[in-house]
Each structure stands twice: as structure tokens, then as C-alpha cells.
């Protein structure tokens, strides 16, 4: 049961319904994360926001994005197995505990993965943005489907048309 009086709609979603007033800014942030440029994919972007969400033990936003990045990776999964993701979602990992978790050690071995400066950097600020939307969402009690079919069902819908919402 939510904390505060919301529509009837899972995690994020109920949010965002009930207060249309944030819900512009927040998904243009998800959808500037997620899908804008980047030299990471929308799969691996996808990726890092499970495994964060994850970490915090946020099962809405854990098994969303986790669903997502599965639809966009495809078969087999392969931006998901790679020395440069173990060394990214290590980094998001500590963003997600303090940003004062991470070390220069830390950026050279996602470095001596492959990674650049910009890398790094939407690495970082995906763990963090993701930190905030996993608080916001658990922090007002939203609904939390239990149903693997629901997260597969909205994973499709949002790999499909990414975090916009056409006005009205």
C-alpha cells in the first residue's frame, strides 16, 4: 500500500500519474540516461540502472530495467558478459553505496577495460540518478508487482518507445 495517496499504478508509473508536475523532468532524465548519446548501448545503460536498483534492493526498478536490458540486448545477452560491464557495474556499484566510494583505481580498471571518459562519467551518473529514482520509489510504498509477466510486458514497451510520453 503506498504512503501517500496514489492511482493505482506500479513503481514509477504511479508516480509519475500523480504528480504530472515532476513527471516531464524525470523522464526526460531517464530518457537522456538511458537512450541519448553515448558511446555505452541502451542495453548496457539498461544494464547498469538493474544493477544499481539491485544494490538498493528496489525489486520495481531491479526487475524493469533488468527485463529491458534483456529485450534490448537480444539473444544471449552479450553487452551484458564483458570485462568492460564487470568494471562498469563494479563502479556503479560503489557510486550506488557513496560517490566518495570511488577510487582512481576503480576508473583505471574500468579504463584498462575500455572504457572513456565518457564512459566513466554515464556510469556515474546513471548510478546516481538511479540511486534517487530507487529511493523515490520505495520511499512513497509503491505498488510492486510480483507477476515476472508484468516486467516483461512493460520491459517491451519501453525498449520499444524508450521514456517520452507523448503530452496529454
Same mark, same amino acid.
Given at each position: 500500500? /503506498?504512503?501517500?495517496?496514489?492511482? *493505482?499504478?506500479?513503481? @514509477? !508509473?504511479? #508516480? $509519475? %500519474? ?56 537480444? /539473444?544471449?545477452?552479450?553487452?551484458? *558478459?564483458?570485462?568492460? @560491464? !564487470?568494471? #562498469? $557495474? %563494479? ?56 507477476? /515476472? ?9 519501453? !525498449? ?9
Amino acid at each position: 500500500m /503506498p504512503h501517500i495517496d496514489l492511482p *493505482q499504478l506500479p513503481g @514509477m !508509473a504511479g #508516480l $509519475l %500519474a500523480g504528480y504530472p508536475d515532476t513527471a516531464g523532468a524525470l523522464n526526460s532524465l531517464a530518457e537522456t540516461l538511458l537512450r541519448g548519446p553515448s558511446p555505452l548501448t541502451p542495453a548496457q545503460r539498461e544494464n547498469i540502472a538493474a544493477h544499481v536498483s539491485r544494490g538498493n534492493e528496489c525489486t520495481f526498478c531491479a526487475e524493469t530495467h533488468g527485463a529491458v536490458a534483456r529485450h534490448l540486448a537480444g /539473444p544471449g545477452g552479450a553487452d551484458e *558478459q564483458t570485462e568492460l @560491464m !564487470a568494471a #562498469l $557495474l %563494479a563502479l556503479a556499484g560503489k557510486v550506488r553505496i557513496s560517490g566518495r566510494e570511488v577510487s582512481g583505481d576503480d576508473v583505471e580498471r574500468a579504463r584498462a577495460a575500455g572504457a572513456d571518459d565518457r564512459m566513466v562519467h554515464d556510469t556515474v551518473l546513471i548510478a546516481a540518478a538511479f540511486s534517487m529514482f530507487n529511493r523515490y520509489v520505495d520511499g512513497l510504498g509503491t505498488l510492486t508487482p510480483k507477476e /515476472p509477466a508484468h516486467y516483461e510486458r512493460h520491459a517491451g514497451f519501453l !525498449a520499444a518507445n524508450g521514456y517520452l510520453r507523448p503530452p496529454g
